[in-house]
């Protein structure tokens, strides 16, 4: 089982839609939680840190479950812009060892 | 401008021919670390250094090596690369050693050893 496992996609919505896609986690001693987003042959780049508590940040709402280890990212009123992978990103050893899932791919279109 | 300067951005080697991959970042960084992607593995560490003259290894060290002699600087060495070496490999830095402190990542080296 990996360690970090999340849905490829690729997942095509319509521009405005809500999509949400999750990411589980075999690791309990996981002690940190990302969103990245990367662009096709590009840089990852930081999304949204993940909370306990949860937290949003304009359109985008991340959300952690320690109990079921998961944790999730919901884009509201998507834009042909959120067309991207998005990387769920677990971190342990005091937050120097990161474990990448293979991202979720989401296409947004007219 | 702040960021993580990856060289060379391309780089076709032949297998047992050593090669080494810069990796300089100009925020006074100290945790480094080195990643390659492969399609359907995702970003996997190689290794990470969380100061000068410290380095760890990461999920898949083996066939690499790094040192970090400099604060700026984290290349990665390939003493005898091989085909399974070809991969898009990341650079990435981070401000102290803050769990949430986000990683900046280089451009990217496209690795092809025949």
């Known amino acids: 089982r990996k360690e970090v496992e999340q849905d490829p996609g690729p997942f095509n919505v319509p521009e405005g839609a809500t999509v949400a896609f999750n990411c589980t986690y075999s690791?309990?001693?996981?002690?940190?939680f990302f969103w990245y987003r990367q662009d096709c042959r590009k840089e990852p780049k930081l999304l949204m840190s993940v909370y306990s508590s949860g937290n949003e940040d304009g359109r985008f709402t991340a959300q952690l479950n320690r109990a079921s280890q998961y944790i999730s990212l919901l884009i509201r009123d998507s834009k042909l812009s959120d067309s991207a992978t998005y990387l769920c990103v677990v971190a342990r050893g005091g937050g120097n060892k990161l474990t990448f899932g293979t991202g979720t791919q989401l296409k947004v279109e007219l | 401008e702040a960021q993580v300067t990856q060289n060379p951005r391309y780089l076709i080697t032949v297998t047992g021919k050593k090669l080494t991959v810069t990796c300089s970042q100009n925020m006074n960084h100290e945790y480094m670390s080195w990643y390659r992607q492969d399609p359907g593995l995702g970003l996997r560490q190689i290794y990470y250094s969380m100061n000068v003259e410290v380095t760890d290894k990461g999920d898949v060290p083996e066939g690499y090596k790094v040192s970090r002699k400099e604060k700026r600087n984290f290349p990665l060495i390939l003493e005898s690369p091989s085909p399974n070496q070809t991969s898009l490999y990341f650079c990435a830095s981070r401000m102290d050693r803050g769990e949430y402190s986000p990683l900046h990542f280089g451009n990217g080296t496209r690795l092809t050893v025949t």
């Open positions: 690791n309990s001693a996981s002690q940190s």
